[in-house]
C-alpha cells in the first residue's frame, strides 16, 4: 500500500513508499495466537471478530472484544485470548516494508477498535475465504482485497484521530434539522465514518445525553415551540416533530416536561428574556419576566413595574458555564431569544427557545408572537393600535412643518468608529424609514445596508454619507476620546454637508433609548426625533 504525504515536490522524494504485504491469514484460535507468537513477534497483526465474545490479553492487559471488535498489534506484542462465546474471526499477519526492503511499523492503536464497519467485517471475511481458496478468484483479487480492507481501517482510523467536535457538529445540526425523520444512531454513525461505539461514546461525553435521548429532547421542544405559537392537533403536531401518533407524542411530552400538552399550553409560564428588545416587549404587556435584559432607561421608562435584583440579567462577560447556571437558577418555561445566537443550542436541556429572527421579523411582528406566548394578543393590539395613531399624527405634523421628507441617517459613534443601521437592526432607522418616509442616503444603499444590515466606518469617514437630515444617538462616553468627533465637525467635507449648513443635525447621544427595538423604545424614539424635527435641534 502507497503512503505518500500530498506536500511540495522536493518533500515527496524524502517520503519513503511503504508497501503492506500480507503474509499468513488464519482463523482466530487460542492455541493458534500462542504458537504462532515466536513467528510473528517481529510482526505486526490484525485480528478482526466476526462473531462472538472474548477476552483478550495484550501484553497482560485485558480488553473486552466482540463482532466489530479490530486490533492493530504492533510486532513484539503477546496476544492471549479467553473466549467467553465462541469466537469467529481472522488474524491477518503481515510486512510493512519501504521501497528499500527495511521493515517499517504497520498500522496500530494502543486499545481495540470496537464497532467497526460492516465493510471491514464483509472484506476480512471475503479476504479469508480467497487466502485459503486462491483458485475462487483471479490472480489480483487477494491483493485487491487486502488494499480495500486497509483502506477501509485507515479511514476508521482517521475518523478517530480527528476532533470530534468536527464531525459531531455536523451530526448535531443534521439531528437540528432532521429531528422529525426516522434517525437512528446506525445511521448517524455510518454518516459520521465512525463505529457506532466510538459515535455513542463521544455523543454522550460532548451532549451529555446518549443519541436517543437528545433526539428525544429536539422533538420534544420542537412541540413546546408550536404549542406555544398556536400549535394544530395532537395527530398532526406528532406527526409534525417525528411521531407517528398522538398519544405517543402525549406520553414522551409528559416524560419530559411534567406535563401534558394541554397542560402546558395553558400553564401560566416562566419566562427568561436574553435580551433587551424581548424583556421591554414584555415589559410594555405589563409582565416581568423572571429573568430579563435591563438598561437604567429602560426600568425608568417603566417604573410602573418594579424589578427585583434577582430578575435582572446581564449577558456580557459571562462564561458559558455562568451564563447557563444564570438562566437555570430562573427555572424557566420557555426562553426567549434571536434566532443568531450561537449559545441557544446548549440551552435545550433548560427549556424550549422561542428563536425570533430580527433580520426578517420586525419589532411588530416579534411584540405579537411575545403577546400569544403570554397570551395578551388583544392587550398587544392595543398597544399597537395606539402607536398607529401616533405615526398617523406625527406625519401630518411633518407635512405641515418639512413638505417632502428627503433622506436621514442615523449615527452611533464609539470611541474610533461610527455604525449606521438599516431599519431591520432599529436605532431609530425604523422609525425614519418605515413611519415616517424618509429614505437612507445611496451611498448606504449601494453598501448593500439593506442585506448586512449596518454599516461600520472611521469617524471622519461620517461627512462621506451626505443626507438630508443626519442624527447622531450616541458620542464617545470619554472626553478624551471626543477629540475624533471634534476632528470631524471641524473638517471642511464636514462644514460643507447641505444637513450641517441647514441646520439639521440632531445631536441626541440617548444611547440607551436609541438601541432599543421594541414598543417602549420606539415610541420614545419617536417623539425624540419628531422634537428634532420640529424644533429643528441641533
Known amino acids: 500500500?502507497?503512503?505518500?504525504?500530498?506536500?511540495?515536490?522536493?518533500?515527496?522524494?524524502?517520503t519513503p513508499h511503504l508497501f503492506y504485504m500480507p503474509v499468513r491469514i488464519t482463523r482466530l484460535d487460542t492455541e493458534l495466537l500462542d504458537s504462532s507468537y515466536e513467528e510473528a513477534k517481529s510482526l505486526p497483526?490484525?485480528?478482526?471478530?466476526?462473531?462472538?465474545?472474548?477476552?483478550?490479553?495484550?501484553?497482560?492487559?485485558?480488553?473486552?472484544?466482540?463482532?466489530?471488535?479490530?486490533?492493530?498489534?504492533?510486532?513484539?506484542?503477546?496476544?492471549?485470548?479467553?473466549p467467553s462465546t465462541s469466537l469467529r474471526g481472522i488474524q491477518i499477519t503481515y510486512r510493512c516494508l519501504t521501497a528499500d526492503g527495511s521493515e517499517q511499523r504497520g498500522l496500530f492503536h494502543p486499545e481495540p477498535l470496537h464497532r467497526c464497519l460492516v465493510g471491514i467485517l464483509r472484506l476480512a471475511g471475503e479476504l479469508e475465504k480467497v487466502w485459503r481458496e486462491p483458485q475462487l478468484?483471479?490472480?489480483?483479487?487477494?491483493?485487491q482485497l487486502w488494499i480495500e480492507l486497509l483502506e477501509e481501517l485507515y479511514q476508521e482510523l482517521s475518523?478517530?484521530?480527528?476532533?470530534?467536535?468536527?464531525?459531531?457538529?455536523?451530526?448535531?445540526?443534521?439531528?437540528?434539522?432532521?429531528?422529525?425523520?426516522?434517525?437512528?444512531?446506525?445511521?448517524?454513525?455510518?454518516?459520521a465514518n465512525v463505529s457506532q461505539e466510538h459515535f455513542s461514546r463521544t455523543f454522550r461525553k460532548n451532549t451529555g445525553r446518549t443519541f436517543n435521548a437528545y433526539l428525544t429532547l429536539l422533538r420534544i421542544r420542537s412541540a413546546q415551540r408550536r404549542i406555544l405559537v398556536g400549535a394544530p392537533d395532537l395527530n398532526t403536531l406528532a406527526q409534525e416533530?417525528?411521531?407517528?401518533?398522538?398519544?405517543?407524542?402525549?406520553?414522551?411530552?409528559?416524560?419530559?416536561?411534567?406535563?401534558?400538552?394541554?397542560?402546558?399550553?395553558?400553564?401560566?409560564?416562566?419566562?427568561?428574556?436574553?435580551?433587551?428588545?424581548?424583556?421591554?416587549?414584555?415589559?410594555?404587556?405589563?409582565?416581568?419576566?423572571?429573568?430579563?435584559?435591563?438598561?437604567?432607561?429602560?426600568?425608568?421608562?417603566?417604573k410602573k413595574l418594579l424589578v427585583d435584583t434577582s430578575q435582572k440579567f446581564n449577558p456580557y462577560g459571562q462564561t458559558p458555564s455562568t451564563y447557563y447556571e444564570a438562566i437555570a437558577a430562573a427555572r424557566p418555561d420557555v426562553i426567549i431569544?434571536?434566532?443568531?445566537?450561537?449559545?441557544?443550542?446548549?440551552?435545550?436541556?433548560?427549556?424550549?427557545?422561542?428563536?425570533?429572527?430580527f433580520m426578517t421579523m420586525n419589532w411588530r411582528e416579534q411584540f405579537l408572537m411575545i403577546a400569544d406566548i403570554v397570551d395578551r394578543r388583544q392587550k398587544a393590539e392595543a398597544w399597537l393600535a395606539y402607536y398607529d395613531q401616533?405615526?398617523?399624527?406625527?406625519?401630518?405634523?411633518?407635512?405641515?412643518?418639512?413638505?417632502?421628507?428627503?433622506?436621514?441617517?442615523?449615527?452611533?459613534?464609539?470611541?474610533?468608529?461610527?455604525?449606521?443601521?438599516?431599519?431591520?437592526?432599529?436605532?431609530?432607522?425604523?422609525?425614519?424609514?418605515?413611519?415616517?418616509?424618509f429614505r437612507p442616503p445611496s451611498e448606504l444603499l449601494e453598501q448593500g445596508i439593506s442585506t448586512r444590515g449596518y454599516v461600520e466606518v472611521d469617524i471622519e469617514a461620517i461627512a462621506s454619507y451626505p443626507a438630508d437630515h443626519i442624527f447622531i444617538t450616541a458620542l464617545p462616553s470619554y472626553p478624551g476620546d471626543q477629540r475624533h468627533v471634534d476632528r470631524l465637525f471641524r473638517s471642511p467635507r464636514w462644514q460643507e454637508l447641505k444637513a450641517v449648513r441647514h441646520k439639521q443635525v440632531y445631536?441626541?447621544?440617548?444611547?440607551?433609548?436609541?438601541?432599543?427595538?421594541?414598543?417602549?423604545?420606539?415610541?420614545?424614539?419617536?417623539?425624540e426625533l419628531l422634537r428634532a424635527l420640529t424644533s429643528r435641534h441641533k
Open 507 to 527: 445631536l441626541l447621544n440617548q444611547p440607551e433609548m436609541f438601541c432599543g427595538y421594541d414598543p417602549i423604545s420606539s415610541q420614545a424614539q419617536l417623539r
Open 45 to 82: 497483526r490484525i485480528l478482526i471478530v466476526w462473531s462472538g465474545e472474548a477476552l483478550l490479553y495484550i501484553n497482560d492487559q485485558q480488553y473486552e472484544i466482540s463482532r466489530g471488535s479490530v486490533v492493530l498489534c504492533d510486532s513484539g506484542q503477546r496476544l492471549k485470548l479467553k
Open 159 to 191: 475518523a478517530m484521530k480527528q476532533p470530534s467536535i468536527y464531525w459531531l457538529e455536523q451530526t448535531l445540526h443534521y439531528m437540528e434539522t432532521h429531528y422529525n425523520k426516522d434517525l437512528t444512531r446506525e445511521q448517524m454513525a455510518e454518516q
Open 241 to 302: 416533530v417525528g411521531y407517528k401518533e398522538g398519544l405517543y407524542l402525549s406520553r414522551k411530552f409528559k416524560e419530559a416536561v411534567g406535563l401534558s400538552p394541554t397542560a402546558y399550553q395553558r400553564k401560566h409560564k416562566r419566562i427568561a428574556a436574553l435580551n433587551l428588545n424581548h424583556t421591554a416587549s414584555l415589559m410594555a404587556l405589563g409582565i416581568i419576566p423572571e429573568l430579563g435584559v435591563y438598561t437604567s432607561w429602560l426600568e425608568y421608562s417603566s
Open 390 to 437: 401616533l405615526i398617523i399624527r406625527s406625519n401630518h405634523r411633518l407635512d405641515r412643518e418639512l413638505g417632502c421628507r428627503g433622506t436621514a441617517i442615523v449615527w452611533e459613534i464609539d470611541t474610533s468608529k461610527a455604525y449606521c443601521c438599516s431599519s431591520s437592526y432599529g436605532r431609530g432607522c425604523q422609525i425614519l424609514y418605515d413611519d415616517l418616509g
Open 337 to 357: 431569544s434571536y434566532s443568531a445566537a450561537e449559545v441557544n443550542k446548549s440551552l435545550l436541556p433548560l427549556a424550549p427557545v422561542l428563536e425570533l429572527p
Open 137 to 143: 478468484s483471479g490472480p489480483f483479487r487477494t491483493q
Open 1 to 14: 500500500m502507497l503512503n505518500m504525504s500530498p506536500t511540495a515536490c522536493e518533500e515527496m522524494s524524502l
